[in-house]
């Protein structure tokens, strides 16, 4: 078998797990509107009807801490082997942990206004460490933008995805051992935690199902980012082929 | 109701630009790719 025949073969495979990845996505958006039971902890319709967010919700936050572990990863194997396709690794997933921690954040303030009576509160430690993550990887993506060596770009932006990384582990924690009004889905809270939250099988089941079916659209969308890089070096190169023909 | 609409559509309509913004930039890159080989092609010709 022939290299382009096999390059086709994989892009065919990888189109197979694009639409694979849309029909779990549907098959979930049916999960959490229609099958998953009903919050009847929750006193009102709307924080019921709104309470099913949650499963994209803590999925989009999963796959944002995801991203930026493989980003902080790629950053260490970077600086110890030196290879440009451990960079590339790294800003594609820095970018795509950047969409959806942004996404957990914005469908968290659906959810929250008509359960708490606000969009947002800077009082709660993990809200407010959520949007830090957020704003450290997007500096982070600026960093990169700012720096025109590639060699100094990757060996900076390693460091700082590493150092930056630290954020995230601390925000996961932080409703177990602060007082906050976001509850812990995992695991128990701390004592002084105004937020609770149980969930029957069937949530745990849907929930578990998106966090699935989110972490292979980011396997899907990690591997055409990294295409973008990797043609990106490709034009760098023969840029500089073509200068040096001059 | 008018938060969960809102918050789905929202979120898949982020997801949806996402993958949009890679599939253009993929786009601009292949034709950026696809000049410079002409230029490198005739350059390498005609030092030949």
């Given at each position: 078998?022939?290299?382009?025949?096999k390059s086709?073969?994989?892009?065919?495979?990888?189109?197979?797990?694009l639409?694979?990845?849309?029909?779990?996505?549907?098959v979930?958006?049916?999960?959490?509107?229609?099958?998953?039971?009903?919050?009847?902890?929750?006193?009102t319709?709307?924080?019921?009807?709104?309470?099913?967010?949650?499963?994209?919700?803590?999925a989009?936050?999963?796959?944002?801490?995801?991203?930026?572990g493989?980003?902080?990863?790629?950053?260490?194997?970077?600086?110890?082997?030196?290879?440009?396709?451990?960079?590339?690794?790294?800003?594609s997933?820095?970018e795509?942990?950047?969409?959806?921690?942004?996404?957990?954040?914005?469908?968290?303030?659906?959810?929250?206004?008509?359960?708490?009576?606000?969009?947002?509160?800077?009082?709660?430690?993990?809200l407010?460490?959520?949007?830090?993550?957020?704003?450290?990887y997007?500096?982070?993506?600026?960093?990169?933008?700012?720096?025109?060596?590639?060699?100094r770009?990757a060996?900076?932006?390693?460091?700082?995805?590493?150092?930056?990384?630290?954020?995230?582990?601390?925000?996961?924690i932080?409703?177990?051992i602060?007082?906050?009004i976001?509850?812990?889905?995992?695991?128990t809270?701390?004592?002084?935690?105004?937020?609770?939250?149980d969930?029957?099988?069937?949530?745990?089941?849907?929930l578990?199902?998106?966090?699935?079916?989110?972490?292979?659209?980011?396997?899907?969308?990690?591997?055409y980012?990294?295409?973008?890089?990797?043609?990106?070096?490709?034009?760098?190169?023969?840029k500089m082929?073509a200068l040096?023909?001059? | 109701?008018?938060?969960l609409?809102?918050?789905?559509?929202?979120?898949?309509?982020?997801?949806?630009?996402?993958v949009?913004?890679?599939?253009?930039?993929?786009?601009?890159?292949?034709?950026?790719l696809?000049?410079?080989?002409?230029?490198?092609?005739?350059?390498?010709?005609?030092?030949?």
């Open positions: 078998m022939t290299a382009s025949k086709s073969g994989k892009d065919t495979l990888w189109l197979i797990l639409a694979l990845t849309g029909l779990l996505i549907v979930g958006v049916y999960l959490s509107i229609l099958w998953a039971p009903t919050a009847v902890n929750m006193p319709e709307a924080e019921q009807l709104a309470q099913r967010i949650f499963y994209f919700h803590v989009a936050g999963w796959v944002g801490y995801l991203a930026f493989v980003t902080a990863l790629a950053g260490i194997l970077y600086l110890l082997k030196r290879q440009r396709r451990f960079d590339n690794l790294a800003v997933s820095a795509i942990g950047v969409v959806f921690t942004a996404a957990n954040l914005v469908s968290g303030s659906f959810w929250a206004r008509p359960t708490w009576g606000t969009w947002w509160s800077w009082d709660d430690p993990r407010t460490l959520a949007a830090i993550v957020l704003l450290v997007i500096a982070y993506l600026m960093l990169r933008n700012a720096i025109d060596d590639p060699e770009r060996r900076l932006s390693s460091i700082y995805g590493i150092v930056g990384f630290l954020s995230v582990p601390l925000s996961f932080s409703v177990r602060w007082r906050t976001h509850p812990a889905v995992i695991g809270t701390s004592e002084t935690a105004q937020g609770g939250f969930m029957s099988g069937n949530m745990v089941v849907v578990l199902f998106s966090i699935f079916t989110f972490s292979l659209l980011y396997a899907v969308l990690l591997h980012r990294l295409k973008l890089e990797d043609m990106r070096e490709q034009v760098e190169d023969l082929q040096a023909e001059l | 109701m008018i938060y609409a809102a918050g789905m559509i929202i979120f898949w309509l982020a997801t949806f630009l996402f949009w913004s890679i599939s253009r930039r993929q786009h601009k890159l292949e034709e950026e696809s000049v410079l080989r002409e230029v490198v092609a005739e350059g390498t010709t005609t030092q030949a």
